[in-house]
């Protein structure tokens, strides 16, 4: 008989908590044997810091009176599902429950059960309920972390780790749904997809596997209020670890849920950014956080319902003093309802574990809010069932989409149509820039400091070359700025600038270059210009930070989490270097040519900045799913819209180059260009999207 020991608890991330470990070994001796932190490593970590600060408790602390939460609680909540992937509200389609086997033993029942929370994505799970009761019971929804239970190749889903807490709680009069996780339920779906770095485009979608589990949680809760034995009015929510997270997220989108116990679930954002704690958390933790909020927004969309916080002293992956924030934040919402005593805080001894001190207090609670009464707890929660018993499918449905649901949970814009207008392309582009600051871009700052630092003077055959010239695109980010001025214009005034935009291996030619090695410059047509600029964005060239895989993975997730993405902040620093040439020159415009992905970013660069005039572009990708990566762009446009956009902009008209072996990217251009018609006043030559091979 194989029983899962009742103290047991997740493996999933056991080598992670041993890299959190090690690292902090790593940390702690490194005076002694550590290398000194790279210039980009250490820009990266006073960045962070800083714009964690900037959005810590956003957006409670904005909160004085429960007159204005009551205004804004609405809307906020209504973002936290935007943010999941569940605006527009899916359809609630037929669950098709179904009980596929049945086990009675020591006054309990369990039915093994399967429901389809959207056609396709299927739930299993098992339902605990006692064998005789009077009248209609209380309900918990439990949802499970990361406790994989797998033999001889075959999952049984997580819901079998987490049996002794559905059995304990139908002994003691409650019907409990136990559901198995998307990634460890018996169909194994992904929640991996920006941790390993396997599905970037994830982010361009604003996908999140959180939003499924949301959904499905959304879903179980349906299937109970339908279930004769249960008191719809009576239901609570918990979990611990991923499952902890997710009680967190149904209980702050669905009010049906009467009370709550997180467990092991929650830490703020200066945990998860500045401490690190992101590496030990896999995708299904995190919403895709569009408005640059902080994770205390969630006990407080709960208030001023019962909530425990559980957690233990010493937990690697939801620190102490994090969770101690959070409940501190939520507090001041719970005061403000008059309701201090429906929040509490549970904090034991002990690690990243599922253990019996934990379970006391949750059942406490839960027993109290949901059945009325503190009976004394006797009983401890074990495994009774062997897991082959808890099974719900002999054999994998065929027409499951849990395997695939991230190409279909977020839905991704149709191809634009051309418009048959000047004044509705106007409309369109301007729709299209309007989401793209509100839903992509929102994380850019404020902050504009114009100013180049121009030094290192180094003299070619045919340029003036400032090797270490720099600027900064905000704060707590200075940026290298390469400049070439050439001998001919020398004295005079430079009206004629182009900025080189360069990823690693172009950005060590040019650097070569400025130190004497050559004097011929890697673009075409450079002669043409009086003086030519190099820019390295954030995280290339001198400002690199490490390239070991795991770090740098879980370093640019970093910027996600504060609203941002690594790549929309490479777009910035590219407006703000043309910016910034054309306030500390006398040039009159700034074309810019990029190669590659930078080149993608150039097109963005210029729909937002008028500083741009021409573009050269270089293979740029086709199609976003191959990057760049921001934040919900997919939802509402692709490349060749943007392209469009930039090639197409009626108030600041440029020509575009590019250089491509797709010429399917330029198509939506130059239809658009040949309806909307030319410019008074603009020579039809600069106007044709030109495509080079």
């Known amino acids: 008989m194989m029983k899962l020991p009742p103290d047991s608890f997740s493996t999933e991330f056991l080598p992670m908590r041993l890299a959190i470990s090690l690292l902090t070994f790593s940390l702690l001796t490194s005076v002694v044997i550590a290398a000194e932190p790279s210039p980009g490593d250490k820009q990266a970590a006073a960045y962070f810091r800083a714009e964690t600060a900037r959005v810590a408790n956003a957006p409670l602390n904005e909160i004085d009176s429960l007159e204005v939460w009551e205004a804004k609680r609405g809307e906020y909540q209504q973002k936290l599902k935007e943010m999941l992937g569940l605006d527009p509200w899916p359809e609630k389609t037929d669950l098709q429950a179904t009980t596929t086997g049945t086990i009675e033993r020591d006054g309990i029942v369990v039915e093994n059960i399967h429901f389809q929370s959207r056609p396709g994505l299927y739930v299993t799970g098992n339902l605990y309920r006692p064998a005789q009761a009077d009248g209609k019971l209380p309900a918990v929804l439990y949802v499970c972390g990361h406790g994989r239970v797998k033999k001889d190749g075959v999952s049984y889903g997580n819901k079998a780790h987490y049996q002794h807490h559905g059995a304990w709680f139908a002994r003691n009069g409650f019907v409990c749904l136990t559901i198995d996780s998307l990634e460890l339920g018996e169909i194994e779906g992904k929640h991996k997809g920006l941790y390993n770095d396997a599905h970037q485009w994830w982010t361009n979608r604003g996908y999140t596997p959180a939003g499924v589990e949301a959904w499905n949680c959304v879903r179980a809760i349906d299937l109970l209020q339908l279930r004769d034995e249960v008191d ?49 958390h896999c995708d299904c933790m995190y919403w895709v956080n569009t408005y640059g909020f902080d994770y ?62 934990l379970r006391i207090p949750a059942f406490y609670w839960l027993q109290k809010h949901l059945h009325g009464d503190t009976p004394a707890i006797t009983d401890v929660a074990v495994p009774k069932f062997e897991v082959e018993e808890l099974k719900v499918f002999d054999k994998i449905p065929e027409d499951e989409i849990n395997t695939k649901i991230e190409e279909t949970f977020v839905a991704a814009a149709e191809p634009a149509k051309v418009p048959s207008t000047r004044a509705q392309w106007k409309q369109m582009s301007g729709e299209w820039k309007k989401q793209l600051l509100e839903k992509s871009f929102a994380g850019w700052p404020e902050y504009d400091r114009p100013g180049i630092r121009s030094a290192g003077l180094v003299e070619l055959k045919k340029w003036m070359v400032y090797a270490d010239s720099s600027f900064a695109p905000q704060k707590n980010v200075r940026l290298p700025l390469l400049t070439f001025r050439a001998k001919r214009a020398a004295n005079t005034t430079f009206p004629n600038g182009k900025l080189v935009v360069v990823d690693d291996e172009g950005w060590k030619k040019w650097a070569a270059i400025a130190k004497g090695n050559g004097d011929e410059l890697p673009i075409a047509n450079a002669d043409d210009y009086d003086a030519i600029f190099v820019l390295a964005p954030r995280g290339v060239g001198p400002t690199q930070w490490t390239q070991e895989t795991k770090p740098e993975i879980h370093l640019r997730r970093r910027f996600l989490l504060l609203g941002q993405s690594h790549d929309a902040m490479q777009v910035w620093d590219i407006r703000q270097a043309a910016k910034n040439i054309l306030e500390a020159t006398s040039t009159e415009h700034v074309d810019v040519e990029a190669s590659g992905e930078m080149a993608a970013l150039a097109i963005y660069a210029a729909i937002f900045e008028p500083a741009i005039s021409d573009l050269t572009l270089h293979n740029p990708p086709v199609d976003h799913r191959e990057g760049p990566y921001f934040m919900n762009v997919r939802r509402f446009m692709n490349m060749s819209e943007a392209l469009a956009m930039a090639a197409n902009d009626i108030d600041a008209p440029r020509s575009v180059n590019l250089v491509s072996d797709s010429p399917e990217l330029m198509e939506y251009a130059n239809a658009v260009k040949q309806k909307i018609s030319v410019p008074v006043g603009l020579p039809m030559e600069a106007q044709p999207v030109r495509l080079k091979r």
């Not at 006990?299 to 957690?311: E, K, Q, V």
């Open 232 to 280: 719809p009015e009576k239901i609570g929510v918990t979990g611990r670890s991923g499952g902890g997270a997710y009680s967190w997220y149904i209980a702050a989108i669905d009010e049906r849920i009467k009370v709550a116990v997180p467990v092991a679930g929650i830490t703020d954002l200066e945990d998860h950014v500045v401490n690190g704690v992101v590496a030990g």
């Open 296 to 357: 205390t927004l969630l006990p407080a969309l709960i208030a001023p319902r019962p909530l425990m916080i559980a957690n233990t002293d010493a937990d690697p992956i939801f620190p102490l003093e994090g969770v101690e924030r959070t409940h501190l934040a939520a507090r001041k919402i719970y005061q403000l309802y008059g309701k201090a005593p429906n929040l509490a805080l549970t904090i034991l001894p002990g690690g990243h574990a599922d253990t019996q001190p």
